[in-house]
């Protein structure tokens, strides 16, 4: 098993221009997050989908949007990147059995996304 | 909003020691606490999950949770170079506890 993927594992953009990170899991997980990490700030989500079809909003959703596109897949979309969305991404899993006590969740290798 | 809060160190220890790791939670009804180890650009990995009240122990790795006062503890017993990394305190963040919290987390260094 590969685990949770990410590509592309560096990007550098210009200001404007729009990527989309993409995030795959095979361990057949309910639920998908995405997280941006900066110096000083920890992990901050910024959107996530407790399961297949639907997606929530996290602490810093601003400038992003996602798409569960299948149990396995779950992209992230900056339609016009600032500098200050310079950061570390982080993609993360988790299978969703606790009802509310919690899920060990499972992150990707990261993609470090740099915007001039 | 649920708040987590920890020491960003660095927390310098020798090896062989006893680290002490701490965290604190703003949300009185929180019973679920994982801690996390980031080595310097690597994801984060599990070490240890403890719910609800007492002591949880792992190996070397001990978690310990006091409600009354709001605070998680890790304490990593015989100190390695190898557990130097930054250790992130994280609570369920929503009721359907499917989205965690993250402390800023701790950076531990243990020289040899």
């Known amino acids: 098993n590969a685990g949770v993927t990410q590509t592309p594992k560096f990007q550098v953009l210009k200001t404007g221009q729009s990527m989309t990170l993409q995030c795959a899991q095979d361990?057949?997980?309910?639920?998908m997050y995405w997280y941006r990490q900066d110096p000083g700030m920890g992990l901050r989500l910024i959107y996530y989908?407790?399961?297949?079809?639907?997606?929530d909003k996290g602490e810093v959703p601003n400038g992003y949007n996602v798409s569960r596109l299948n149990k396995r897949e779950f992209s992230l979309r900056l339609e016009s990147a600032a500098p200050s969305q310079t950061s570390v991404y982080f993609c993360?899993?988790?299978?969703?059995?606790?009802?509310?006590?919690?899920?060990?969740?499972?992150f990707g290798p990261g993609t470090r996304l740099t915007v001039l | 909003q649920k708040e987590v809060e920890q020491n960003s160190g660095p927390l310098s220890v020798p090896e062989g020691a006893i680290a002490s790791l701490n965290c604190t939670y703003s949300?009185?009804?929180?019973?679920?606490f994982f801690w996390y180890r980031q080595y310097s650009g690597k994801s984060p990995e599990l070490i240890m999950f403890?719910?609800?009240?007492g002591d949880k122990e792992d190996g070397r790795f001990t978690a310990q949770l006091n409600k009354a006062s709001q605070y998680v503890s890790l304490l990593i017993r015989d100190s390695q170079p190898s557990d130097s990394a930054t250790y992130l305190c994280?609570?369920?963040?929503?009721?359907?506890?499917?989205?965690?919290?993250f402390g800023k987390g701790t950076t531990l260094s243990v020289s040899s």
């Open positions: 361990m057949n997980h309910n639920s």
């Open positions: 403890i719910y609800s009240n």
């Open positions: 993360a899993s988790s299978e969703t059995l606790s009802k509310g006590r919690g899920d060990t969740q499972y």
């Open positions: 989908s407790a399961s297949e079809g639907t997606t």
């Open positions: 949300d009185r009804g929180s019973q679920s």
């Open positions: 994280a609570v369920p963040g929503n009721q359907a506890g499917t989205a965690l919290i």
